[in-house]
């Protein structure tokens, strides 16, 4: 079966500190994994994504993720916080066939 | 640079009522889904199409329908609204399998 966990589905952190939001999955093929960000009232948007090419993939904004086989984890992180990464950061799964397999999402307080 | 447009951002409907929420996107995708994010719940999917007229149910279709007569435009029919089916709709599109999904801006349902 297939499946995401994220957790903890509140994290807060001071303006400038590290940034780690959690993420393990389920998957019995090669996995694809996705970090999505949706700020208040808007849709997702893509962060970065791991498509087996390198394990620490960068994406945008500053973020990144390390792909673990042995840890089945795909961590998002962040070196500094700033106040405009306040947001729900969704972990999904892309499964066989076009389906995606999300994660009940986290939700990034940066307390000034 | 719009991509996948909702066709509301908010919508308040009575109960009983027939529901339509559209969804269009520009980029030629043959895949289009339709979710529902509640809090502590994530993203769950109602139904997906993936071609004309091709249609999926996903983990929560009851009391809702869907129309997908041309290929840009994905259409979520919900029959009898009822209060339980207050919630925020996401409409995405993805190219193929396991390619970045593009979400709409969401609609947020309020049915009384």
């Known amino acids: 079966a297939q499946s995401v966990t994220q957790l903890g589905s509140h994290v807060s952190v001071s303006e400038g500190a590290l940034v780690l939001l959690r993420c393990n999955y389920s998957?019995?093929?090669?996995?694809?994994l996705f970090w999505y960000v949706q700020y208040p009232n808007q849709g997702l948007q893509l962060l970065l994504k791991?498509?087996?090419?390198?394990?620490l993939v960068k994406g945008i904004n500053g973020f990144e993720a390390e792909f673990k086989k042995s840890e089945t984890s795909f961590h998002l992180t962040k070196p500094s916080a700033h106040m405009s990464d306040a947001a729900e950061y969704f972990c999904?799964?892309?499964?066989?066939?076009?389906?995606?397999?999300f994660g009940t999402g986290t939700s990034l307080t940066v307390i000034p | 640079d719009v991509k996948v447009t909702q066709s509301s951002r908010y919508l308040v409907k009575r109960t009983g009522e027939k529901v339509f929420l559209e969804c269009v996107q520009d980029?030629?995708?043959?895949?289009m889904f339709w979710y529902r994010q509640d809090p502590g719940l994530g993203l769950r999917l109602i139904y997906f199409?993936?071609?004309?007229?091709?249609?999926e149910k996903g983990d929560i279709p009851e009391g809702y329908s869907v129309s997908r007569e041309k290929k840009e435009r994905f259409s979520l029919i919900l029959e009898s609204a009822s209060t339980n089916q207050t919630s925020m709709y996401l409409c995405?599109?993805?190219?193929?399998?396991?390619?970045?999904?593009?979400f709409g801006q969401g609609t947020r349902l309020t049915v009384v």
């Open positions: 999904v799964l892309g499964g066989t066939g076009n389906q995606f397999y």
């Open positions: 998957s019995s093929v090669p996995p694809y």
């Open positions: 791991y498509t087996s090419a390198a394990t």
């Open positions: 980029m030629d995708h043959e895949n």
């Open positions: 199409s993936y071609d004309v007229k091709m249609k």
């Open positions: 995405a599109s993805i190219e193929r399998a396991n390619t970045e999904a593009f």
